[in-house]
């Protein structure tokens, strides 16, 4: 086996971690930060209430609780930045100089957890859009449906901002990945570089009938991440939100050894029964595929 999942809070966790020993982090953390606090997450299995809302049935189907963050009041920004502060201190001690970070968020909020990695040090390298249609926004004035048939209160998003950042390194990238093996992406193939938009779908049904987390992310995306994210092929992946260890199972599908955190003791061990599941599902990932796209592009 090579993954590890602790059921612990990944402040605490990374706290006791040594300095200098993980290669990189791939994360999708609660982007609005109370969104997985226990008491929302208790109205959402309740199916009431909190941050998560019902969003109107489409074309005759029921969409699943989103959450709004929208009603994130001036507090909970500042919270939310401080708790991505602390997090980002923890994070660059453990990580070995020229480790990569993608962080998944939100257009709403990606500002806030943005500054607070940079603000710790941390450099930006980029952003990776991650083309889906989410289903989020695009309704009309709420209660004035019919008045105003031809307005959005905001745009229906297309796109998951995921943030890349990595740990400074001192010397050249080439001294850097002979001494810690990091620095650097890896390419999908060796004529094309590791590119920042990656069209992507919803997470595939039979993915979510494995592990039946609300943000779950797919296996195609998250393995073209973790094939970038240790350039040699070499290191160790953290995901200190795994929620149900997509992340792990993405890297276990590599053969990469990675290590995922979780608070939610039922989300924990529903991981522990996903991971090597996850793993095995075949996605016909085809990095081919991505050069091809870009020979289209161009
Ligand atoms: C957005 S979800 C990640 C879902 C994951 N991408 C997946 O595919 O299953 C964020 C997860 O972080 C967990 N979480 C929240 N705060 C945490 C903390 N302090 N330490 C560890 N996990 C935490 C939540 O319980 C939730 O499962």
Redesign the pocket.
């Known amino acids: 086996m090579t993954y590890h999942l602790f059921h ?4 605490e ?1 990374l706290a006791k971690c040594p300095p200098n020993s993980l290669h990189a982090c791939i ?5 609005g ?1 109370i ?3 226990p008491d929302h ?1 208790a109205k959402r299995r309740n199916g009431h209430g909190g941050v998560w809302r019902i969003p109107p049935s489409f074309d005759g189907s029921n969409r699943q609780p989103l959450p709004r963050f929208t009603v994130l009041t001036e507090n909970e920004l500042k919270k939310l930045s401080d708790f991505f502060g602390e997090w980002a201190t923890q994070l660059i001690r453990v990580l070995v100089p020229g480790a990569h970070v993608f962080i ?1 968020s939100n257009p709403l909020v990606s500002h806030w957890v943005w500054s607070s990695l940079t603000n710790k040090g941390f450099e930006k390298r980029g952003e990776i859009i991650r083309l889906v249609r989410t289903f989020r926004g695009g309704d009309r004035p709420k209660g004035a449906e019919k008045e105003f048939a031809d307005v959005s209160a905001m745009p229906r998003s297309a796109f998951e901002p995921w943030g890349l950042f990595r740990k400074p390194f001192e010397g050249t990238l080439a001294e850097n990945l002979r001494s810690w093996k990091t620095g650097g992406l890896r390419r999908p193939v060796s004529e094309t570089p590791f590119t920042d938009v990656i069209p992507s779908g919803r ?1 595939p049904q039979d993915e979510k009938n494995i ?1 039946p ?5 797919p296996q195609k995306f ?1 393995r073209q991440l973790a094939w970038a994210a240790l350039p040699l092929g070499e290191g160790e992946i953290v ?9 792990l199972a993405a890297a276990e599908s590599l053969g990469y050894d990675s290590f995922g ?4 003791r039922e ?1 924990f061990e529903l ?1 522990n029964v ?1 991971v090597p599941r996850l793993a095995k599902i075949s996605t016909h990932i085809t990095f081919l595929e991505l050069s091809e796209t870009e020979i289209e592009i161009a």
């Open positions: 612990a809070d990944c402040l966790w994360t999708d953390p609660p982007y930060l969104e997985y606090h997450l998944a997470t592990a987390h609300p943000s779950l992310k998250l995901d200190p939100f795994a929620g149900s260890g997509s992340t955190i979780e608070l939610d989300y991981a996903a």
